[in-house]
């Protein structure tokens, strides 16, 4: 686990919310909240964090259960063949909802129809950063790339992951094409980044911010609408003239298709007060993610919205995992 993201889950785990019990729709026992990827990232940390304040909303245990591998079909699958009475969530990235649909030859459920959405929990721009004594701009990384095809390496946490699809998107929008390595993750890409055996990775701020800050990496760009608040000086690639680029790491809760309204209801409720903590947000932010709650429909929304972008991308660029 990165410090940052060590320094904000000792915060988090201090920090006292309000108690406020809703009306009881879900069952009586424990619930489940199922993180698809391993301990220590960002889901896992939105997931600890959720666990103590749904816990304290509904009065009862609220258990955040790892189940990684697969691009998160695996704890996504055991999500949508459960009971659907509220007791057993899942809080996502992007992967199991909207990518690996276009990756794997088959799927253990159906994406477009095994969830019901709660709320999204946050966004998380994609930051291009480099490798300073071989990129100094966009700009010349635009201008090399043109004449040069293929002449920059950039690395990614792994084929078909939002770090590799977001430098796709960048080749399709931008014609630059530059040659892929992945790695088993974003924190071994970042290592031989710091050490010059590539030119560039996207990823997440948390895995770079410490570097970007001491120098040791450059930032290029943000893949948002807005800049990093921990990062305030680096623009977003649409400032700088690189237009219908966007590529985050949103997170999201959701719980079984057929989970009763009432119940999904509820749930919503809870998350949106417990998003709305300023210093929660303060927090969040310091990493480079944004806190952001919505209705049901507006999460189902930009679900359907990113599937249909991503798949896309992947379709034009071949991508396939086995």
Known sequence: MSRVLLLALAAVSVWSWPAVVYPQAIPPGPIRLVSP????????????LLSNDLGAAFGRNVIVDNRPGAG?????????????DG??????SPSPLTINEFLYVEMPFNSQIAFAPISKLADMSQLMVVYPKKVISL????????????????????SGSIAHLALEMFGQVTKIRTIHVPYKGAGPAAQDLLGGQIDGI??????VIAHVQ???LRALGVAGGKRLAALPEVPTFSEQGVKNFEA?????????AGTPPKTVQELNRAVVKILQVQETQKRFSEMGAELSSSTPQEFDAFIRAERKKWGAIIRTAGIKVN
């Open 37 to 48: 990827f391993a301990p220590g990232g960002l889901t896992d940390l939105l997931a600890r």
């Open 72 to 84: 998160g079909n695996i704890g996504a699958e055991l999500v949508a063949k459960a009971t659907a």
């Open 87 to 92: 007791r057993t969530l899942l809080l996502s």
């Open 139 to 158: 700009a010349e990384l635009l201008s090399i790339g043109a004449k040069k095809p293929e002449y920059y390496r950039f690395g990614s946490a792994g």
């Open 202 to 207: 996207f990823t997440n701020p948390p895995t």
């Open 214 to 216: 001491a120098g040791r």
């Open 248 to 256: 985050s790491s949103w997170f999201g809760l959701l719980a079984p």
